[in-house]
């Protein structure tokens, strides 16, 4: 018990310095790229002692490390700092943000696995069938897609043509007057293109992984030999094969949950959707260091989270591989 303990006390510091160096790396790289957080105050309208007095205020005119020193100071504490653009602590922002984000991830990552490893399990099934071909096609194919065009795709067929569903924003101007039920409802029809959008590419990943690997443990030769055993296919689907693919596809999921988490960046652009990823790209292109650092620092938790609980899964589940979990 002692050595899991220092093996698991090991493994957070690693994630501790890691998510140190990539808040440093963040906070040097984006100040000397080119831009100026003043830069909106610089006008023939404003006085040029307004720009100079808000790189004051935002300590800009300090030397790099001085600035650094003073941040990594205030960041051991907690405060990373005000928000230039919303003038408010950044995680105070971020919160507002934080809970859709956290719901449309969990949310487009249930639709993923589901339908992924459903459509891979029914293929595998029939392997040599005119579905395996149809659908390994249609696999190619969304995979080459980038996603924003996915996301015009889907606006150009449901929105412009059929005029299904809305082609952006989580509700109409309207809704606060709206009942309960309506609003449910509302809010549905809103997230119906945007999850599409975010799905179909992490569909079609987790299913030509969960294929490989179906396929990759039916040809094992203890399949060979509960069959000729007797055993039925359901029970050796069951019993044998997911049991055995389950860790990778936990490994993926973990992958592909914290990327979700981070911020459906190209997706809640295209949609308008009141995401970490829209709040990342507003904080960028306003040079806004402490917020750009902050949803930074936010993602790589979620990343570091995500893949340390699914290594504890694959532990528990495979006690061969925990060993080196915790190496």
Known sequence: MKNFLKLFLRKLLSYAITLCLLVTFIFFIIRITPG???????????????????RASYNLNEPLLSQF???LGNALSGNFGISY???????SVVK????FTVLFALTSFLIQFAAGTGI???VTKRRGSRFEKIFDSLSLAVYSLPTFLIGVILV??????????PSSDLYSP??????????????????ILPLLTLSIPGIVIFYRYAKENLTAALNKSFVTYLRSNGMGEKEIYRKHILPNIMPQLISLSAVELSILLSGALITEVIFNLPGMGRVTVTAIMQRDYPLIVATTFLAGVFVLACNFAGEILRGIIDRRIAEEIFQ
């Open 156 to 165: 150009y067929i449901f929105s412009i043509k059929l005029n299904i569903f």
């Open 85 to 91: 653009e919303y003038h408010q602590p950044v995680f």
């Open 36 to 54: 100026d957080p003043a830069a909106k105050y610089i006008s023939p309208q404003f006085n040029k002692e307004l720009a100079d007095n808000v």
């Open 120 to 122: 891979a399990l029914y």
């Open 69 to 71: 020193g003073a941040f």
């Open 174 to 191: 309207d809704f606060s007057s709206k009942s309960i039920l309506e609003k449910i409802i509302e809010i549905i029809s809103h997230s």
């Open 96 to 99: 507002n943000y934080l809970l």
